[in-house]
Structures are given as C-alpha cells and as structure tokens.
C-alpha cells in the first residue's frame, strides 16, 4: 500500500523559510521521480517543482530562485525547501511519483500559509 506522508508547513511571514518533507512508503522509492504540488482555495492542483531519479530538478517559473527540490533515497524521503515565501505561496502542498502524471492517490498535504 502506497503512503505518502507530508510534513512541515506552517504559519511564516513573508520572507520567510520552511522546509517541507514527504516520506514515501510502499513504493520503490529510489526509481521514482517525485513533485512537489500545491493548491490554494477554489483553485487547481498545480505543478511546483520535479526531481528525476537522476537527481535533475525542473519548477515552476512562480518558484524558481526561492525553492529548491532534493531528496534522500536513503530515506525514502523528498524535500522543498522554500525561501523568500510570499503571500501567493499560501496553498495546501502534496507530493507524489511523477510520471506523464501522479501516479498514487494523494496524501493529506501539509498547509503553508505566509501572512503579509
């Protein structure tokens, strides 16, 4: 059974850090590659950032120079750390293996909200 378990968020002001992981379970971790999503209230699901089982990263252009995706195969664990949080970062964060799509049903995120 596949468990994907978020962590991290929290209340921060704007200019702030935090430092989310998501611990994997189930699933061969280390052949997998992994994203980082998001989602604010009454909108979409959207894409922030892959990391390939190569360790190549690609994000989205409203992260890129504040977030940086890594992970620890050992630990079956990806991470996001993101800096420089601005307001419109506030959304629900969720992670999952990355194929054309998410390949597994989604965890229960972690909240991030950045207060002005």
């Known amino acids: 059974q596949v468990q994907l378990v978020e962590s991290g968020g929290g209340l921060v002001q704007a200019g702030g850090s935090l430092r989310l992981s998501c611990a994997a379970s189930?699933?061969?971790?280390?052949?997998?590659?992994m994203a980082w999503y998001r989602q604010a209230p009454g909108k979409q699901r959207e894409l922030v950032a892959i990391i390939t089982n190569g360790g190549s990263t690609n994000y989205a252009d409203s992260v890129k120079g504040r977030f940086t995706i890594s992970r620890d195969n050992a630990k079956n664990t990806v991470y996001l750390q993101m800096n420089s949080l601005k307001p419109e970062d506030t959304a629900g964060y969720y992670c999952?293996?990355?194929?054309?799509?998410?390949?597994?049903?989604w965890g229960q995120g972690t909240q991030v909200t950045v207060s002005s």
């Open positions: 189930g699933i061969i971790f280390s052949i997998n590659n």
């Open positions: 999952n293996a990355q194929a054309i799509r998410p390949m597994y049903n």
